[in-house]
């Protein structure tokens, strides 16, 4: 059985449909954190390039709408990627081309210096600097350390009474991985731990796109730039053979060596975003098989189908709502002619549902055979240089579980009984994940690991 059966799914408590475009303030308003698909696909009929009414943001809910903004970093800069309409460009966007008043004021926008809000070329270099810290022999023994790590994990997690899969599994080994990845010292991980896992989002109103008005407080940049920047400095004077040295001594595609401050740019956005966006897709993985038994059941049967059930994951729920983007220059984006200076979100949850591409969009299908063609990832210069890693930590992780257990299950005297679930999201515009999320085991009798 390859989709989910339709009975199941009436048994569960359904989230509130709230597919109301001019009074829902999508940004700011609390009504579509359960449940945004509705929204967007009534933004969607209404038009793939939609205006929403409260902020001045095109909604590009389309899937080749959308891959016509990503593919187009000539026309629209990635300046505003994190922010879109907040808290604002600093000065007014006027004339027919705003490329020059971009790049003398992007130092005043938030996170100007993290790699998802530059342009070429600076963009260029700084990614061609990150592909040189990940490369594939890195990743193949990072990958070999995921399963070690895993276990390690779930010799406390599977035999604990009350747990947050959350905060006790998927936070620590996504962590525990990219430290892994960048050679983070074993003795300064249980700091990292510590420090990041105090999960911003848990209280609400301080997360990056938080639904409360401050918005761009207390995010764990500073903690890692504090971190990395001691790294890298020693590592330069001191080159040990290392990871860190690697890092340190990475040049620039021309030859040149990076001033330090780029260096730890690229290495915390890859820590936190990944980190982030990993443990959000973990979570929502967790959350299908096990609400879903007969999904369940097939990944058991054929661990080979847990790659494109990922896949069907990151389609329907995108740990990453959306990218905003801001037009250089007049442009026609699905029919609709928008002047330089217009913010855009490319939301990838609605064009992951558009019925013009995926079949039954709202339909979980763990054997969807174009799921892949999610933007989740990104497309375009942008593309997540993760991705490979989102990937194989979910495949490690799951695989893991299904080894180490015969059932996994909804706690219900956390979410309720299957016709009431109940469960709380990220407050954010930026992300889509579950905050917690508790489940129960049957471990097996014989581990092999």
């Known amino acids: 059985m390859s989709r989910m059966d339709g009975a199941s799914a009436a048994a569960r408590r359904e989230p ?43 909604m590009v809910t389309g899937y080749d709408e959308a891959l016509e903004v990503l593919n187009d970093p000539e026309k629209f800069s990635s300046c505003t990627s994190v922010t879109g309409p907040f808290p604002g460009f600093p ?23 993290q790699l998802p809000t530059l342009d070429p070329p600076v963009h260029t270099q700084h990614r061609g600097l990150l592909m040189r810290l990940i490369t594939p022999k890195r990743l193949k023994e990072n990958e070999e350390a995921m399963w070690a790590i895993a276990d390690r994990l779930l010799d406390e997690y599977l035999v604990a009474d009350s747990v947050d899969f959350i905060r006790d599994f998927a936070g620590p080994f996504t962590l525990y991985t990219i430290a892994d990845l ?28 938080s639904t409360k008005g401050d918005a761009m407080q207390e995010n764990p940049i500073e903690f890692l730039y504090e971190k990395f920047s001691a790294y890298i400095e020693d590592r330069r004077r001191e080159p040990r053979g290392d990871v860190l040295s ?7 595609a021309d030859g040149s060596q990076p001033p330090v401050r780029d260096v730890v740019a690229v290495a915390a956005n890859l820590f936190s975003a990944g980190q982030e966006t990993t443990v959000r897709l973990l979570s929502s993985a967790l959350r299908v098989i096990a609400e879903q038994p007969e999904v369940q059941r097939l990944l058991r049967e054929d661990h080979s189908r847990i790659g494109n059930f990922l896949e069907e994951v990151l389609r329907t729920e995108s740990p990453v709502k959306g990218d905003f983007r801001l037009s250089k220059v007049p442009v026609t984006v699905g029919g609709v002619d928008l002047p330089a200076g217009t913010t855009l979100m490319v939301v990838n949850g609605g064009a992951n549902r558009d019925p013009r591409k995926f079949e039954d969009p709202s339909t979980f299908d763990p054997q969807r055979s174009n799921a892949r063609q ?26 893991r579980l299904l080894d180490r257990t015969s059932d996994i299950r909804i706690d219900e005297r956390v979410h309720g009984p ?32």
């Open 16 to 58: 509130a449909v709230v597919n109301d475009v001019t009074s829902t303030d999508f940004f700011l308003g609390r009504e579509l954190l359960e449940n945004p698909y509705p929204y967007f696909d009534a933004l969607r009929a209404k038009c793939p390039v939609t205006k929403e009414d409260h902020h001045g943001v095109y």
């Open 91 to 113: 000065v007014p966007l006027e004339g027919d081309d705003v490329s020059a008043l971009i790049e003398e004021h992007r130092d005043a926008l938030p996170f100007s210096d």
């Open 182 to 209: 960048l050679g983070v010292p074993p003795d300064d991980q249980e700091d990292f731990l510590y420090t990041l896992q105090r999960d911003p989002h848990r209280s609400e109103g301080n997360a990056i796109g």
């Open 246 to 252: 690697s890092m340190a001594e990475a040049p620039f």
């Open 374 to 399: 999610h933007i989740s990832f990104g497309r375009g210069i942008h593309t997540c240089p993760g991705a490979p890693l989102a990937r194989a930590e979910s495949r490690v992780a799951i695989e």
């Open 418 to 449: 299957a016709e009431a679930r109940v469960y709380k999201y990220v407050p954010t515009f930026v992300l889509r994940g579950l905050t917690e999320l508790h489940l129960e085991f049957d471990p097996v009798e014989s581990e092999a690991k």
